[in-house]
Nanobody, 127 residues
Framework: QVQLVESGGGSVQAGGSLRLSCVAS?????????MGWFRQAPGKQREGVAA????????YYADSVKGRFTISLSNAKNTVYLQMSSLRPEDTAMYYC???????????????????RGQGTQVTVSS
């Protein structure tokens, strides 16, 4: 069974940086073709943040984070990172790692259909 475990969240002041990590395990014959991050703030809808296409290395970002966040994948392809810089109070949310399942796919920065997801890591940005 595929498991995703996030880490790296925390509290920072506006303008600060954090790096989130997500370790994936449990893959057998299948490997996700897309891994990424989404976030959800209290009372708000889930928002896609960034996606990394594992077959060819393409990356996509939501407009709200473009130029400030960078997604990357380890050489072993089992850890996906989200480097977040110039953080803003509106970036405050629970951040979740996600990876496509056999019935899933990515559209731009969104992971859709069947997907695995982690338990989330909280990011709080104070002004």
């Amino acid at each position: 069974q595929v498991q995703l475990v996030e880490s790296g969240g925390g509290s920072v002041q506006a303008g600060g940086s954090l790096r989130l990590s997500c370790v994936a395990s449990g893959y057998t014959s299948y490997s996700s073709n897309c891994m990424g991050w989404f976030r959800q703030a209290p009372g708000k809808q889930r928002e896609g943040v960034a996606a990394f296409y594992t077959r060819d290395g393409r990356t996509y970002y939501a407009d709200s984070v473009k130029g400030r966040f960078t997604i990357s994948l380890s050489n072993a392809k089992n850890t996906v990172y989200l480097q977040m810089s110039s953080l803003r109070p509106e970036d405050t949310a629970m951040y979740y790692c996600a990876a496509t399942g056999p019935g899933g796919y990515c559209a731009g920065f969104e992971i859709l259909g069947e997907a695995y997801r982690g338990q989330g890591t909280q990011v709080t940005v104070s002004s």
